[in-house]
């Protein structure tokens, strides 16, 4: 029984190492650094108390990109993932015939949802992007994107 344990542990401890450095220690670290006023890169920092989190909490941005991403949570799982299921049960249904359905099906969740934003905020930067000098090869430079 002690051999098990030892092998559970063995295989357990990459994974709480990983754990610890790249999840909980960096939200530790943020919620001590919301107790200080710094710009981030001085090596000044001055204790704040709860100053911060009083500002954050009359910020009515805040509170509207609160409820923004709250919004797109709830419409995300209640219009995304009854499409999601229902066309994954009709291509399993589909037989031999839907088999390269599932492939494509599949492929966009090999993408990160970041990564497709990132892309996407760059195709339609003002100066940089795609879209300004595709508007301007047709004659619209005003055009707003």
């Known amino acids: 029984m002690k051999t098990n344990s030892k092998t559970a542990i063995a295989f357990l401890l990459p994974a709480f190492v990983f754990l610890i ?7 530790l670290y ?5 107790f200080y006023d710094w710009n981030g890169v001085s090596a000044l ?5 709860l100053g911060n989190w009083r500002s954050l ?3 009515e941005i805040f ?6 991403n709250i919004v797109i949570v709830v419409l995300s799982i209640a219009i995304q993932m009854p499409i999601a299921m229902g066309l994954a049960v009709l291509i399993h ?3 031999k015939l839907l088999k390269i359905f599932k492939v494509v099906y599949y492929f966009p969740m090999l993408m990160s949802t970041v990564a497709v934003g990132v892309l996407f905020k760059a195709v ?4 940089f992007g795609a879209i300004s000098p595709l508007l301007q090869a047709m004659g619209l430079p005003a055009m707003p994107i």
Do not use: E, K, T
């Open 21 to 27: 450095v790249f999840v909980i220690w960096p939200i």
């Open 30 to 34: 943020s919620m001590d650094l919301s």
């Open 45 to 49: 920092r001055r204790f704040a108390g």
């Open 57 to 59: 909490l009359s910020d």
């Open 63 to 68: 509170w509207r990109a609160l409820r923004n």
């Open 93 to 95: 249904r589909g037989g």
């Open 124 to 127: 339609y930067d003002l100066q």
